[in-house]
């Protein structure tokens, strides 16, 4: 009997015990070179033998062979039929099992004992299997329900024993104790992932919040969201950014949220259903967005999957997405209506063109001064003007406070940016509507 296991296998007393040691290769070569009988039936303690047949024999031409019976759908199993010294002979001179002459049982299977299941409600899976202690060679890690058959990982090599996510955003994942050792900000640190298998289990949906507060294009996307999500919820009349968004994530029931502003026409073929990776750590998601009026497409007045955690523990920065861990996913699911109203205009305008200026001197590669440059020059459409002179009126303060962090931090707040724009123009727009 091989022994997978953290304790030493209570078998019968004519059962002999012997720890897996690195791969089956390396252990059925000791055993190999141990033994004294001719012939051994060699069986691991992660499988089930309450209907196994050890009649069994092979064929006399094949008597030489090692035979494999296949652990439920894994052929590469955990059984063996041995003749001892041809195995002895033979196993030393192969650099994997699978070279060796084994012949592959199609008569009967074993099933594999059933796979530990560590369920908790973690945005990941990182820190509860760092500090996990383990029951079998596999186990399963899930904040969901794991009501399918599932696949059984080969405990063949170290190649063989792989990570497997049961679905698109690995709310499940069966997981090697190898890996654990090796895994330090995500499951990716090891090098051996199988995701052929995520459709054995479901994600849960993340949850949809529109986020709005008086902006007169806001009704309108609201429609425009329900009719292609609704189960979309709205957070309404709550003043101040980093206000808004954490109103938001109060407002969420799921770890993760799509974030749709006021000013964002959700594109008709954009679902909803992008998942969060949970072999990462808890991080946001930014979708790229279309400016009607120059054509950029990029994580500006866009959809965000926001982290709800993430959301309510930023202290932000001079962009809120940016102050927490994020990553960009390449799809255009929106466009930004900022341009249906001048000041709303003006007013993203100013603030996007500081934030780029900002990136480009702390050393942003050429494609956020393109976009900069493209602000400051382009723009077709209604409310053109608006937007270009927004745009060069932003780079101008930047350069009046030298960049300085806490005086562009002042643009968070609207009624500060009211006050700057009737200094500068001795006009009120906002109130012009």
């Not at 078998?11 to 009988?37: D, H, Q």
Request: glycine content about 4%; charged content about 20%; some cysteine.
């Amino acid at each position: 009997m091989i022994d997978h296991l953290d304790h030493a296998y209570q078998g019968p007393s004519c059962v002999r015990t012997v720890r897996f040691f690195e791969s089956y290769l390396a252990t059925l070569r000791r055993i190999a070179n141990s033994a004294s009988e001719e012939y051994l039936w060699i069986c691991s303690s992660v499988c089930d033998y309450s209907d196994f047949d050890f009649s069994w024999h092979p064929d006399p031409w094949q008597q030489k062979m090692l035979h494999v019976f296949a652990s439920g759908n894994q052929k590469f199993g955990d059984t063996f039929y041995m003749h001892v010294p041809s195995a002895r002979e033979g196993l030393a001179k192969v650099k994997l099992l699978d070279w060796y002459a084994v012949n592959f049982v199609n008569d009967q299977t074993v099933p594999r004992r059933p796979i530990p299941v560590n369920w908790h409600q973690r945005d990941t899976h990182i820190d509860i299997i760092q500090s996990h202690e383990w029951q079998a060679p596999v186990e399963i890690f899930t904040c969901t329900n794991v009501d399918r058959e599932l696949p059984v990982v080969s405990l063949w090599t170290d190649n063989t024993r792989t990570i497997v996510p049961l679905s698109p955003g690995a709310s499940a994942v069966i997981v090697p104790k190898l890996a654990a050792p090796v895994v330090r900000t995500q499951l990716y640190d090891y090098a051996h992932i199988d995701k052929s298998h995520t459709n054995c289990v479901e994600d849960r949906e993340q949850d949809v919040v529109f986020i709005s507060n008086g902006e007169p294009m806001a009704e309108t996307n609201w429609q425009t969201l329900l009719a292609l999500c609704p189960r979309a919820l709205r957070s309404d009349g709550v003043t101040g950014r980093e206000a808004a968004y954490k109103a938001a994530a109060r407002l969420s029931r799921t770890p993760w949220f799509f974030a749709v502003f006021a000013k964002t026409e959700v594109l008709p073929d954009f679902k909803f259903d992008f998942q969060p990776d949970r072999m990462q750590q808890p991080k946001h998601y930014i979708f790229h967005s279309r400016n009607p009026l120059n054509g950029l497409e990029y994580g500006a007045m866009n959809i965000n999957l926001y982290n709800r955690q993430l959301v309510l523990d930023t202290v932000p920065g001079l962009d809120f997405t940016l102050s927490a861990a994020h990553t960009v996913v390449p799809i255009c699911a929106s466009i930004s209506r900022f341009n249906t109203d001048p000041w709303i205009t003006w007013r993203s305008a100013f603030r996007e063109t500081m934030k780029l200026r900002r990136e480009v001197d702390l050393g942003a590669d050429i494609e956020i001064q393109h976009r900069l440059d493209v602000w400051c020059t382009l723009a077709q459409g209604e409310n053109a003007e608006h937007c270009l002179q927004g745009a060069n009126d932003g780079v101008e303060y930047y350069e009046s406070v030298q960049g300085n962090l806490d005086q562009l931090m002042l643009s968070f707040d609207w009624q500060w940016c009211q006050d700057y724009y009737y200094d500068r123009y001795q006009r009120r727009p906002w109130l012009e509507r």
